[in-house]
């Protein structure tokens, strides 16, 4: 089945312990993205991925790493998290980065950060 | 520069019909539609290209009018199943990149018995 995984799905934990979330696709897309979900703010686009080793900013990029070593997995990373980085935070993958093709997003990850 | 979506919220109830619409301040692209239902995941509704283009999904379709920098998504005799937050993204280059694709906030579409 084509599919966006991310994990977790859910995650409490305390400032300034660093944390992963991964995110695996299975469809061989070459274009990745992370958002972040906030009441009342949209999707706000984090980082994305082009192909693999090429990766750039989204709008908030602040406090967040990524990398895309394998075509299929683009992790994010969170080095020392804050509390307004509580967030819902989705992954997703389109075949390309030109605006014609539809992006797959994950369940989601529920990150919060005390 | 995120798109504005109108209106933020709409009640409907079962067979009504309702425009959302995307407005942008820059040349647009492409335009895509997304329903979220309440702790899922975006879906995606369809992609419209600059042209004028229409496209439908069912009962929903979608215009695209790339001089007004405008995309409009009619429902129309809406079911139960419409409803959701509704997202717009837009490129925000224009050029086809698909790397600054950016959301806007959102349309609340609740569709009652």
């Known amino acids: 089945e084509a599919q966006v995984t991310q994990n977790p799905r859910y995650l409490i934990t305390v400032t300034g312990k660093k944390l992963t979330v991964t995110c695996s696709q299975n469809?061989?897309?070459?274009?990745m993205s992370w958002y972040r979900q906030d009441p009342g703010l949209g999707l706000r686009q984090i980082y994305y991925s082009m192909n693999v080793e090429v990766t750039d900013k989204g709008d908030v990029p602040e406090g967040y790493k990524v990398s895309r070593k394998e075509k299929r997995n683009f992790p994010l990373i969170l080095e020392s998290p804050s509390p307004n980085q509580t967030s819902l935070y989705f992954c997703?993958?389109?075949?390309?980065?030109?605006?014609?093709?539809?992006?797959?997003f994950g369940d989601g990850t529920r990150l919060s950060i005390l | 520069q995120q798109p504005v979506q109108s209106p933020q919220a709409v009640i409907l109830r079962e067979g009504e019909d309702a425009v959302i619409n995307c407005s942008s301040s820059?040349?647009?692209?492409?335009v895509h539609w997304y329903r979220q239902k309440h702790g899922e995941a975006p879906v995606f509704l369809m992609i419209l290209l600059n042209g004028g283009e229409q496209k439908g999904h069912e009962k929903i379709s979608a215009s695209f009018n790339e001089k007004k920098q405008q995309s409009s998504l009619y429902l129309t005799a809406s079911q139960l199943s419409y409803s959701g937050t509704y997202f717009c993204g837009t490129g925000r280059n224009y050029g086809g990149s698909q790397g600054n694709l950016i959301f806007g906030k959102g349309t609340k579409l609740s569709v009652k018995p």
């Open positions: 469809m061989n897309h070459e274009y």
């Open positions: 997703a993958s389109s075949l390309g980065g030109e605006g014609n093709q539809p992006q797959h």
């Open positions: 820059k040349a647009l692209y492409s």
